[in-house]
């Protein structure tokens, strides 16, 4: 199956720093989408990406889908505790399935 | 605003036997879709439904059977549960797929479940 890796797996950090993490994938996508998971619930949609060079933003949240359509970034600004999660992405090709990443735990410290 | 409604939220299972995970959504969404999610590998297609009547495989079908007998429902059915089957099981809904305006997944809070 298609395989979209995250990076980073995991990251530290400090209240009202700014977050960066991006998806890549082997294959080109039509649409990616960002989706963020709070501890023992299922994953929230954050920003939906169609074009590529676009650039979203949602709150402190700004997404982009990368110009190869290989790739998306996410980055959050000015970060809180409640950023406290999991992201995901996802990437569609054609029709209705998407393929999400492996997911990047996002830890913030007071 | 129900959206998508797992039952239960957590089940022990013994080696062998089967249960349903329940899936509901009263969003009228055509699209539904279950995941398993294990730690640090993602959320991997189970099944996948278009309306209801039709059911096809995802990435990882083994082990496990679907139906869609009306709009709201689909449930996941273990015959017979195997320790590889300990994961967190999440259903999703969607309007439509490529076209629609209203993108991407509505997930439900998930159904834990450990095969011991």
């Known amino acids: 199956g298609q395989q979209l890796n995250q990076s980073p797996q995991s990251m530290f950090i400090q209240e009202g720093e700014d977050v960066s993490m991006n998806c890549t994938s082997s294959?080109?996508?039509?649409?990616w989408l960002w989706y963020k998971q709070d501890p023992g619930e299922g994953p929230v949609l954050l920003i939906a990406?169609?074009?590529?060079?676009e650039l979203t933003s949602n709150g402190r949240l700004t997404a982009q889908f990368g110009i190869t359509r290989k790739d998306s970034f996410l980055n959050i600004s000015a970060s809180i505790p409640s950023d406290v999660g999991i992201y995901f992405c996802?990437?569609?090709?054609?029709?209705?399935?998407?393929?999400f990443g492996t997911g990047t735990s996002l830890t913030v410290i007071p | 605003n129900a959206g998508v409604t797992q039952t239960p939220k957590f089940r022990i299972l013994k080696i062998g036997q089967s249960m349903t995970l329940q899936c509901a959504q009263d969003?009228?969404?055509?699209?539904m879709y279950w995941y398993r999610q294990d730690p640090g590998m993602g959320l991997k297609l189970i099944y996948y439904?278009?309306?209801?009547?039709?059911?096809d495989k995802g990435e990882v079908p083994n082990g496990y059977n679907v139906s869609r007998s009306t709009t709201e429902d689909f449930p996941l059915r273990l015959e017979l549960a195997a320790p590889s089957q300990t994961s967190v099981y999440f259903c999703?809904?969607?309007?439509?797929?490529?076209?629609?305006?209203?993108?991407?997944?509505?997930f439900g809070s998930g159904t834990r479940l450990t095969v011991v």
């Open positions: 996802a990437g569609q090709h054609t029709g209705n399935q998407f393929y």
């Open positions: 969003m009228n969404h055509n699209y």
């Open positions: 999703a809904s969607s309007l439509t797929g490529h076209t629609s305006a209203n993108y991407g997944y509505t």
């Open positions: 294959s080109i996508f039509n649409t």
């Open positions: 990406l169609y074009k590529a060079g």
């Open positions: 439904s278009v309306g209801a009547g039709i059911t």
